[in-house]
């Protein structure tokens, strides 16, 4: 498979180009974003684009891919609608559409979150605008295309999340891992197990469109 990353420097994103670029099946890795991974490999290459919702310079280069593997996202905190929804639904959309000319043959894999409203009618900003962004990838022409909403995520192999606020919270919860997993295990995930189970959706597809955590886990769990 030929994999396109959105995101590659935040902490999904990460645990995501690390399976990636470990998984034998995969022979190319393409990550977009504002800044590059640093990373070098074989099967990596990396385009840094200024403008996310722009890609008419680079559009002639998105052909070809089997999978993107959307894990671009940041947190509501301090961000009023109009500006969470420039990132969350803008960058989506426009991400979308270029891919859906070149690669619609693809299967489109968007990380929202637990919790996300799809109806619009949630009365939580971050909820109903992560559901926007869900409902304009589902309706999109790829051969596949799935919305993953992950719960609680734990980080593998010292992954770190460029948020400062997700970092003092992962500093406070992480400790408490095997608790909360006892008490919710319906409800927590690892970075490692959601890029597994992106792979698998990549390969065998998913029994519905919208995969909350404990379907993630056992998506993961069928290509072990």
Known sequence: MKIIIF???????QGVLRECLADPGVEGVLTLGRRATGQRHPKLREIVVP??????????ELSGYDACFFCLGVTSAGMTEAEYRKVTVDIAVAAG????ERSPQMTFVFVSGQGSDGTGKSRVM?????????????AMPFKGKFAFRPGFIQPARGI??????YRILYAILV???PLIKALFPRNVTTSEVIA????QVA????PKAVLETADINAVAATGS
């Open 51 to 60: 403008d996310l919702t722009d890609y008419g310079a680079i559009a002639a």
């Open 175 to 177: 400790p408490l891992f």
């Open 196 to 199: 597994r189970a992106m792979l």
């Open 97 to 100: 559409r270029v891919l859906a």
């Open 160 to 165: 770190v999340s460029r948020t400062p606020l």
């Open 7 to 13: 995101g590659a420097t935040g902490m999904v994103g």
């Open 203 to 206: 390969r065998h597809g998913a």
């Open 126 to 138: 971050w909820s109903r605008v992560k559901g926007e962004a869900e409902n304009a990838i589902l």
